[in-house]
């Protein structure tokens, strides 16, 4: 089993930064892939950027392309979401997610889930 700890949600104004922290605890992650995902009131929980564990490649949502990435620290068994120039749009409940798998856009590709940590973006 696999727990996900996300850390580093805060209020920060727009065009700041923030970055945010997914450790796996239970047994050594040794899965296909992690990614993290964002679900705004009232909206679906959409995609954000996943990362292959082993490989370390990398895909985002068009949204965040080019402001936000997604590192790893295997050692730590931690996954990064550095987030910058950030709009008031990418307010929301960050979550991580992990998969021993497969990986994609969905949440039905997997399997264990952090709690959330919440990211708001002020005007």
């Known amino acids: 089993q696999v727990q996900l700890v996300e850390s580093g949600g805060d209020v920060v104004q ?12 239970g047994r050594t992650f040794s899965g296909y892939g992690m990614a993290w995902f ?15 564990w082993g490989s370390g490649t990398t895909y985002y949502a068009d949204s965040v392309k080019g402001r936000f990435t997604i590192s790893r620290d295997k050692a730590k068994n931690t996954v990064y ?3 910058n120039s950030l709009k008031p749009e990418d307010t929301a409940v960050y979550y991580c997610a992990a998969s021993d798998t497969r990986i ?15 990211v708001t973006v002020s005007s």
Do not use: H
């Open 14 to 25: 727009a065009g700041g930064s923030l970055r945010l922290s997914c450790a796996a605890s």
């Open 81 to 83: 979401l550095q987030m």
């Open 104 to 118: 994609g856009i969905t949440t039905t590709n997997y399997l264990y889930w952090g709690q959330g940590t919440q």
């Open 38 to 52: 964002r679900q705004a009131p009232g909206k679906e929980r959409d995609f954000v950027a996943v990362m292959l």
